[in-house]
């Protein structure tokens, strides 16, 4: 039986600016709607202040703050949906940088019955030359191994079937860099119901975006990489059907 509604999984990386108002946002948010929900907040060996910024809030039984060592990104979203998935109906997945308002999320809630898998899609989203090349070629790279039709494969806005999830996360290694990417391709390729919902995206406002870049190429490339690789190691069958 589980334990929640839902679960907000929220990686968080040198955001003392604004991880306290970004939390504030979704509880507003969640609370509004009258669920039975936690916010597992996974702090990824910041370097600043937020692990305080963090521990101020802890007295919120809705929160659950989680420091960990730095593992990175991908690796840190993956102990966040293994946890999840373990204690609630549905997962969803968010980045702490305020870049995507929680005031989306309701229209993404509301249409769950009806769908596995609901993803955002960014509009307004301002990218440089290096970017656009990276997030089209990922699109592609998705598309063309799994044969799989989404519209922005690595979201950072995404609302999941629990059981779902876990059948898909429990083929990935733990130190994938880029897991929503072979998410994606999981739940397109199987067939699961995929719903998605044009989210406006502000941009970030404060701090300091960690790959940039050489480094930028360099993680692309190793995300691209192991989406290729895991074309052997994930198991799919027909009618939206998972291997476990």
Known sequence: ?????????????????????????????????????QILVLNDGSSDATAEVLDRLKKDNRLKIVHKPNSGHGPTILSGYHQAAMMANWVFQCDSDNEISPLFFPALWEKRAHYDALFGVRINRKQNLVRKLISSS??????????????????????????????????????????????????????????????????????????VKGKLLAAAAKALWQTLKAKRYIKFKKQGQINE
């Open 138 to 211: 990922a699109k592609m790279a998705v598309g063309w191994l799994f044969c799989a039709k989404i519209t922005d494969v690595n979201v950072p806005y995404r609302l999941m079937r629990a059981d779902i999830l876990e059948a898909i996360i429990n083929q990935i290694p733990d130190d994938t860099f880029a897991p929503n990417l072979i998410i994606s391709a999981a739940v397109a390729s199987c067939g699961f119901r995929l719903y998605e919902l044009p989210v406006d995206y502000q941009g970030r406002k404060t701090g300091n975006v960690s790959l």
């Open 1 to 37: 039986m589980t334990e929640f509604d839902l679960i907000v999984v929220m990686p968080v990386y040198n955001e003392t600016e604004v991880i306290s108002e970004v939390i504030s946002s979704w509880q507003t948010v969640l609370s509004h709607l009258k669920l039975n929900y």
